[in-house]
């Protein structure tokens, strides 16, 4: 059966531009002009992904994902924005978005990145006992089966790329992981050497689990290469 994709830009040309090549790859394809439509198409139309445009009339993308996350649906989202603005791009991610593309953008590369996001969407069911286990580092807890972190036993707050990527660095503890590996590890894509992304999640993530986020006692910089994460001293962590 041919997985179904909703549409979500309200610019006519560009709609018809993924509409055409999606179907031409092989998916069923519905399109709607605004955010609000979206809900309403959601009734009938349930759509095993959604491309939206962050600039819609009246409800944008941002508040789409939100409200979409907020209603516990888990549809993945790929993201259309006009803004070249890392904060923009950051800003979809960490209201649910799963992927992004700046316009103007390929249609052969958006059906590449919309292939790897349903192939992603399908793999996370069914974690491993192994992947489950609780994850201790110093002061910090992680739990992955409830998605929690805790610092010194109080939960924080983190969004989910945020989450993500101290999951993944947490799992590849003492190694240097160079921002590409990073950008492939959480996004499960390679953003055309955007590595923005990654430093300003980091910068994000230090903020919360850090005692002094300017001299990191966890997430090291290693100058040239990325970030690693370690154990603190002893004396760090009580």
Known sequence: MSKKVLVVDDEPSISRLIEYNLKLAGYEVSCVHDGEAVFQMLRSFRPDLIVLDLMLPGMDGIQVCRELRKQANAVPIVMLTAMHEVTDRIAGLDNGADDYMTKPFSPQELISRIGAVLRRARELPGASPEEDAALEIGRLTLLPSQREVKVNGQPIELTPKEYELLLFLCRHQNRVLSRQQLLHGVWDYHFLGDTR????????????????????????????VG????????????
Do not use: F, W
Request: charged share 25%; glycine share 2%; hydrophobic share 40%.
């Open 227 to 238: 970030y690693k994460l370690i154990a603190p001293a002893i004396h760090s962590a009580l």
């Open 197 to 224: 992304i990654v430093d300003v999640h980091i910068s994000h993530v230090r903020d919360k689990i850090e005692r002094n986020p300017r001299m990191p006692e966890y997430i090291q910089t290693v100058r040239g």
